[in-house]
């Protein structure tokens, strides 16, 4: 039986033919994004925003939009779509750079900047481009806070500074208004084919028969643990998702990766109970070899299996050693895990019940533009795809941030799990291995 990423491959060229310069096929991972956006109700995107305050007056506003269309044209991700053709996950490439800046008018006098953005975000349309920037004026600080934002089906997590250096020196540029050599969009638009074929490859190579035995094994106990949505949950006039952070001393060395899964255990404790397996997603993976370093979206989704029972804690060894197992399969597609777990008589049907992202804050330069840095903010309380979120950004320090859905988990159980969380990552409580 062919894998399921043969399967995708077949579909897509039939569906191409000689088109295949307007229809790219997209990696295992960016399937994901596409079909859980299609399969919503709403149609709702996953969006990753990066938003900078800057004085007011520092943005010229003609000046950033002629940057952006530079931007999107130099790279194939960022002037294409993300869409569902006759069941089949494409991306569909423009042959100019459709993106926009626009101003979301206030509601109210003086509504704060991150009322407007919430506001501005939670009517993206999906069939629009994937790269939009939003300008918001704060009368209170005398900022002006630019939103950058993207359909994380566009990009991965590893574009991100790439995007934000790359726009920071297009704003720089003297020539206005000038879009790249059609020679220079059309090499470019060959590597993200090339790349992206890479990446496919890499997958259907990674689907075995044992692959599949592995993860049916790995996640034979997972099920999803939260509980179904209810917007009545979320109390009146609260946003429809809860925020914490907080800021840590740094470990020597920093925190290790299976360290952090120890961590977000101490949560899901909390958040589930006890003696439970429950499925924590986190991006992983990489370009093939050899392949250009396009703009995309090409880390895979892993699922880990965090146990809340006894003897299941911080500083386990077998945290690693299962950990280390996972990545040798990291190149197996989510959906192909899925189907090799239920297949094996599971009934887990691919709900996540956490997500973790980290990154190193020597990879996230700030936004500058024409010399001034934009200092970073957030927006809280937009909707959240998942019951809880965690990103852990380490460098000099450790900023830890959670996001929780309302509609899933109520506020004092989810303070509950970051503190529990918070408590997990001190230098003093936690062995770095």
Not at 194 to 207: I, R, Y
Not at 270 to 287: I, S, T
Not at 404 to 422: G, I, N, P, S, Y
Request: aromatic share 6%; charged share 25%.
């Amino acid at each position: 039986m062919l894998s399921i990423t043969s399967q995708y491959l077949a579909r897509y060229r039939r569906l191409a033919g000689d088109r295949s310069d307007t229809l790219l096929p997209v990696t295992g991972a960016q399937r994901r994004f596409v079909l859980v956006r299609a399969l919503d109700p709403t149609g709702r995107p996953d969006l990753v925003p990066m938003c900078f305050a800057f004085p007011s007056g520092t943005i010229d506003p003609e000046r950033l939009r002629a940057a952006v269309r530079r931007l999107a044209a130099r790279h194939t991700a960022l002037r294409s779509r993300p869409t569902v053709v006759r069941g089949t996950p494409v991306l569909s490439v423009a042959a100019d750079p459709d993106v926009s800046v626009t101003r979301p008018t206030a509601s109210v006098p003086g509504e704060p900047p991150a009322d407007t953005l919430r506001r501005a975000l939670a009517s993206w349309d999906a069939q629009g481009p994937v790269l939009r920037l939003f300008l918001v004026h704060d009368e209170e600080r005398a900022e002006d806070v630019l939103a950058v934002v993207l359909d994380h089906a566009a990009c991965d997590g590893r574009s991100l500074a790439r995007i934000v250096d790359e726009l920071g020196a297009a704003y720089a540029e003297e020539t206005a208004g000038s879009l790249p050599a059609p020679g220079e969009t059309e090499a470019e638009l060959t590597a993200y084919r090339d790349a992206v074929l890479g990446q496919l490859a890499a997958e259907e190579k990674a689907e075995t028969p044992e692959s599949a035995a592995y993860w049916a094994d790995r996640l034979r106990t997972v099920r999803t643990h939260a509980p179904s949505p209810r917007p009545a949950r979320v109390p009146e006039g609260a946003k429809p998702s809860g925020a914490a952070q907080a800021r840590l001393p740094a470990h020597d060395g920093g925190v290790s990766f299976p360290g952090l899964l120890d961590a977000c255990r101490s949560a899901a404790r909390e958040l589930y109970g006890p003696d439970r397996a429950v499925p924590l997603g986190y991006p992983w993976g990489g370009r093939p070899a050899g392949v250009e370093p396009v703009i995309g979206c090409f880390l895979n989704t892993l699922v880990f299996p965090v146990g809340t029972g006894p003897g299941q804690g911080p500083g386990t060894e077998a945290t690693a050693d299962a950990w280390w197992d996972d990545l040798d399969r990291a190149d197996v597609p989510f959906d192909a895990v899925v189907a090799a777990v239920r297949s094996a008589g599971s009934g887990w049907t691919g709900g996540l019940d956490g997500l973790l992202t980290v990154d190193d804050d020597t990879r996230r330069p700030p936004l500058v533009l024409d010399g001034v840095e934009g200092r970073e903010v957030h927006v809280d309380g937009r909707p959240v795809r998942g019951p809880f979120a965690v990103s852990v950004t380490q460098g000099a320090e450790i900023r830890l941030r959670m996001v929780w859905d309302r509609a899933v988990l109520d506020d004092e159980t989810a303070h509950r799990a970051f503190d529990a969380l918070t408590h997990a990552l001190r230098p003093s409580d936690h062995t770095v291995r």
